[in-house]
């Protein structure tokens, strides 16, 4: 039986609109899904090319653990997909959000040069899951953009494996990925992350200089 | 008789929106409290975990001087409930507004070394209770932040009757806190003291960058 | 017969209502004025202390040339009602607006130095009534601000007077006065002038930093 | 037989509040096209002086290849409806848009001498028809801003066969210019490519500072 795309498009419509207004799914890049099924794995994530802000039932399609259109017959899912199964797999995660904010994206390039960045000290990291102090210590890996999905897709396996202890990872000048164990939690992930972001890049070197 | 949760939610979810709208309760930061009764004392308070945009009276719990939940029987109120008794207690207040913005979390650990970072000359200080003239000097105070709530309580009430002229004062890389006689009146305190911030962010030193 | 507040108040909530989303009104700052009557003067004001964003008709009196309100018995005019009876008299304004953003606080700030700074060279000048090319320099006065309400009006008076072209003034670290024959254009040059005040502060010294 | 200026200005709206929402169309600042016949060529384009998040079908106009109203008989098209022809003419585009955000404004200052500004590695660009990879290289003219249109037309004219990869173009101090071969692939370019400048303008020189 197919999911009950209207019922998931409704709260992703709530999400795309409310992200949509931080500007942070700009254009019609972002791209969101929900696990319907663990076994097989089926996935319930963005077409390709939608804008966010004004998502319907029509702008989802079902996907397969190898990403293939499992529902409706036609449609095509976002050139990310292969990433979100990834992330699913290696996190059994329930939910994975995709942001392309102006922070996350200036602070990939900054530090790519690290393959990541460290977030330690803020309060708000307590709002991402198993996080008890503001002394906690986040690694936020960054990883090359690349356009070879399958390639790309390594990479991230490689990354969620190496950092276990990772929230969420950033591709270069490409935004940043969140996930959780349902919806609501990953979307709480993606404000912590991008405030985080925000604050990191304004204070280590003003948020908009460097060498 | 318990509080009507239902008519302090409607007002706390319309502040809600408001702040989150602006950004300063991103995720689910920031606690909202409003004094029900002052003999014995007892505050509705935010409950943990709330995104402070989608409040109902569900997410509201009642608690006393020790910070203790009197009603409903279940619920968990924010983790921050300790600071707020000591706020209303020191101050007096009827109505205690945390906020997690990004220039209070910036500011707060610029000026740690110096406890605190004074504002002056700013018009918008007449929006302060009691302030007349923009020549008045506010001294907002800052404090380690910490985990443990009855030791940082205890900083709290120290820092309230060291600075008794004190109309908000930041935890580190924490946000802000502010009162009022009123809600409204703590409502106006959050804007002015946050438009102040920004203010002096941006002046002092670019509001970017720092030795 | 006094205004019809009502009207003006659908007016006037719709302007406050935008401006409170810009976060040009923070607080309670800000004031808006109309002209209700030429001879005798009569302005319909927003009150004191009131919320720009939760503008109603009982926001609104009038006054009359000495700032006075004639209309209803009680009401507390905006602190500022004596600026707008200047503005109104030498411009011969049919609507003053004023707001309190955070780049003409900046701003006003930096170039006090100086009685005020040019703009020139932007297209967005041409928004300014009576101006036909970005070529246009626009002299904007800044006055020391002072709650000496007489002794600031007076200053106001000068200002204007010795700044014929002027289609704004400033008040250091207390915002911006712009006005129109019409509400419409009065609005239109708070939208101009703040876009012109933001596009300056970020270009000359990078809109953060200053000696 | 005259366009159906309703159902246009209804598209025209919802673009108007969106862009007017991000501070792209401030004022009266930008203005919209759409081609509404080939041959002859005939386009509905916004009016002049007209707010931007305010239109109804009273704010278009038709004008022909000279630029000349069509329909109705009067009402006044946008000073730059030249411009709109030459894009179309040049590009075969079906919409064109022009937004005045703050980011266009100082980045076409910044880099005037150059007469143009590179972008390149970003994976938005994916967003801009016909481009495939973040490795593209676009590569954004700019022109000095002009009064005269006839003049400035034949500038547009020229930069658009010269550089015939460019998605958009800006004008200095004047804001940017962007075009679909639909109304969605317009809006599209303009969010792809504000979101570029705010990118690039923070990133080479901190967004805020220059020479």
């Known amino acids: 039986m ?5 019922t998931i498009a409704v709260r992703l419509a709530e999400i795309g609109r409310r992200f949509d207004a931080r500007g942070w799914v ?13 076994e097989p794995l089926r996935l ?6 939608i804008s966010k802000g004004e998502l319907t039932a029509d702008g989802i399609v079902e996907i397969d653990r190898a990403a293939q259109v499992t529902f409706p017959g036609t449609g095509q899912p976002s050139a990310e997909a292969r990433l979100h199964v990834e992330i699913v797999q290696a996190r059994g995660a329930g939910a ?6 102006m922070w996350s994206t200036l602070l990939s390039d900054r530090h790519i040069a690290g393959r990541g960045l460290a977030v330690e000290g803020y309060e708000m990291l307590k709002g991402l899951q198993g996080v008890a102090t503001h002394e906690h210590r986040e690694w936020i890996p960054i990883l090359e953009n690349d356009q070879d999905m399958e390639r790309l897709a390594g ?29 609501s939690q ?17 204070s280590e070197r003003g948020g908009t200089t460097w060498p």
């Open 2 to 6: 197919p999911p009950d795309f209207s």
């Open 26 to 38: 700009l254009g019609t890049s972002g791209n969101f899904s929900v696990v319907v099924n663990r």
């Open 44 to 49: 319930a994530i963005t077409s390709s090319g």
């Open 96 to 101: 994975v959000l995709h942001t392309h904010s």
């Open 155 to 183: 990479q991230v396996h490689a990354a969620l494996i190496e950092c276990r202890g990772a929230h969420a990872f950033l591709l270069r000048r490409h935004g940043m990925y969140t996930w959780g164990e349902t919806l």
């Open 186 to 202: 990953a979307v709480r992930h993606v404000e912590i992350v991008e405030f985080l972001l925000e604050a990191v890049a304004r």
